[in-house]
C-alpha cells in the first residue's frame, strides 16, 4: 500500500510540475480555454472555438509575422519604450518551445525621440485585434530583472475610446528604490482596467485588482488569463481559477490588440550600478512566453 501511495504521489508531483514549471506547451484543449473544474461554470458551458490568427504555441524557430509584430512602431503603433528601457526587435525570439523576451544593458546609451535609453527590452503586438466575449490566455515565466513582464490589451490610438485592460502586470525583483505601494510586485497577479486620457477623456480613470502569487514570478510558469465577458464585465483567472472581476470604468466594447511589453518604470527603477538587468544571466533577464491562446464561443 505505502508502495503504491509513494508512485501515485510520485505521478502528481510530476504531472503538476509539467503544467506549472516546464518550459514545453500544455496541450490545447479540446474544448476551451485552460480552466479547472468547477472554476467557471458559465465558460465551461459554452462551445468555444480557437481564434488562430490571435494563437500562438510558439514551437517554430521564428517569429509569425503573420500574428506578432517585434517592431516598436509601425501599422498605427509608435511608442519605442518609457526610459531608459528602449524597445528592440532584436530582443524576441522563438526558441525551445517558447517566445523570449531577453533585456539587457544598451552597449552605449541611445538619444531617441529626444530621450535617453540605456536599458532594453521589447515589445509584441497581435496583428488582430480581439473582441468583447473572447477569452485570452498566456502561460508566462516572468524574468527576473527590475524590468517588467506583461500581457495586456490597447486600443489603437486612432480610437475614440483609448482603453487598457492589462491582464497581468509584474516585475521580476524589487529593491529600497521601488515605490512603497510595489514592493510585493515581484510576487503578484494584477490586472487593471484604465480609460486613457485623450482629447475625448480629459482625466484617465483607472480600476484595479489583484492577488499575490504561490511564488515569485519568475520562479516557474503561470497561465495568466482573462475573459472579456461583456462591454461591463472582466473576469481574471490565475493557472485556471477566477480570482476577481472588474467592472470597467467605461462601456469596454472598442477591439483591442494583445500586447507583451517588458519595460522600465519609474516606481521600480533599475539600481545605478545596473542592478539585475546587468548581473543577471541570461536565464533571469528573459521572459518566457510558453503559448498565447484566444478563444470565442458561438
Sequence with gaps: MKTKISLILIVCSYLTACVTSQPQSTPISATGPYILPGQAPQIENKQWQL??????????TEIDLNKWQIEPEGNGWGWIGRPPGLFKAENVSEKGGAMQVEVSVLSEPLIQKGREYTYQGAIVRSINPGQPGWYFETRMKANATEMSSTFWLMTKGNSKKKLELDIQECVGTTSELTKSWAKEWDQIFHSNTIHRKNQYNPEPIQIQDSVKTETKNHERYYVYAAWWKSTDEIRFYLDGRYVYSITPPAVWDVPAFIQMAIETYDWNPVPADG??????????????YDWVRVWRHN
Excluded at 488562430?52 to 517554430?60: H, L, P, R, T, V
Excluded at 542592478?275 to 518566457?288: A, F, I, L, P, W
Design 51 to 60: 481564434v488562430e490568427n490571435m494563437s500562438d504555441e510558439f514551437n517554430d
Design 275 to 288: 542592478g539585475m538587468v546587468k548581473k543577471g544571466n541570461k536565464t533571469e533577464r528573459t521572459t518566457y
